[in-house]
Structures are given as C-alpha cells and as structure tokens.
C-alpha cells in the first residue's frame, strides 16, 4: 500500500491586470510539475486547441495568454493525488481564485473538464460567469479534436466581448 503525500501546486499563475479570461484545470500532472508549465503533456491538446481557435502559431505559451487576455491557473492549491489521475484527488485545498480576479478583468472562467468544474463548484464561491468545457487530456479520448476546436471557440468569443 502506498503512501499518500499532499502535493502543493507549485506553478505561478500566468497573468496579468487585462487578463479577461481564467482558464482553471483541476491540478497540475505529472508531466506539467516537472517542466513548470501549465498542459505540458505533449499528448494533452490544450495548446493545440488555442492554436486553432485563434488561428496562430503558439511559439512562447506564457506570452499567447498573456496576448490574448487569458489568465491560466487550477483549482487546486494543495491535495493528494496519484500521478495525475484527477479521479484520485482528495484532501483538497482550493487557490484563491478570487484574490486573482481581484486583480484582473476577468469576466468569465472557464474549467478543462469534468473534474475541474465540479471542484470549481465545490470550492469556489464568486460571482463571476463559469463556461464548463470538456477535458483536452488524451484520457478524454472519446472527444475529438474538431470537436474540442468547437467547443473552445467559445473562449475567444468571450474575450472579444465588450
């Protein structure tokens, strides 16, 4: 049997005052805690999906969301977790979400599945609109890229709202 060890999240989040949209995933994988950025798992389509909803080539990630007024973050601030099996979480402790859009525009968060909206849900409480969209992790095999591409026009949209 093993040992179950609390994780804290360890990456900054990427962002700044004209920040419009929040983007929240449940906690960092493995893959992403070792190389110290957000969805750097190279099956994880997250950073194709924002390629082709806003038609460019995503060179520098930290700078595209910061271009394009997208602030990234997870829910979490701290739980157990096996690898990054987000079915396993437990003893969660939620980042202060509030304290981020205090110091942005954001207008909208949108989570990246199933299991970051319901923890969204669960622990934070704020007034600001909440777009819940599918996972683009390789383990949500069943929703294909054009699909994913669809469902995530949604979040330039809401970025180019007045």
């Not at 157990?80 to 110091?103: C, F, M, Q, Y």
Request: charged share 25%.
């Amino acid at each position: 049997m093993s040992t179950e060890t609390r994780l804290y999240h360890e990456l900054e989040p990427v962002y700044d005052r004209n920040s419009r949209v929040l983007i929240l995933g449940s906690f960092p994988s493995v893959v992403s805690r070792k190389e110290q950025f957000y969805y750097a798992n190279r099956t994880n389509r997250f950073w194709p999906v924002l390629s082709a909803v806003f038609e460019e080539e995503i060179t520098d990630r930290k700078q595209f969301c910061l271009d394009h007024r997208i602030a990234l973050w997870d829910v979490i601030e701290s739980c157990t977790i096996h690898g990054s099996n987000d079915a396993s979480i437990k003893d969660v402790r939620p980042n202060d979400i509030n304290g981020l859009i205090a110091e942005t525009s954001v207008h909208t968060i949108v989570t990246t599945g199933g299991k970051a909206a319901a923890l969204f849900r669960k622990y934070i409480v704020t007034e600001v609109r909440h777009i819940a969209l599918p996972s683009t992790s390789a383990a949500n095999a069943s929703m294909r890229l054009e699909q994913l591409i669809k469902e995530y026009q949604i979040v330039r949209s809401v970025i180019e709202e007045n």
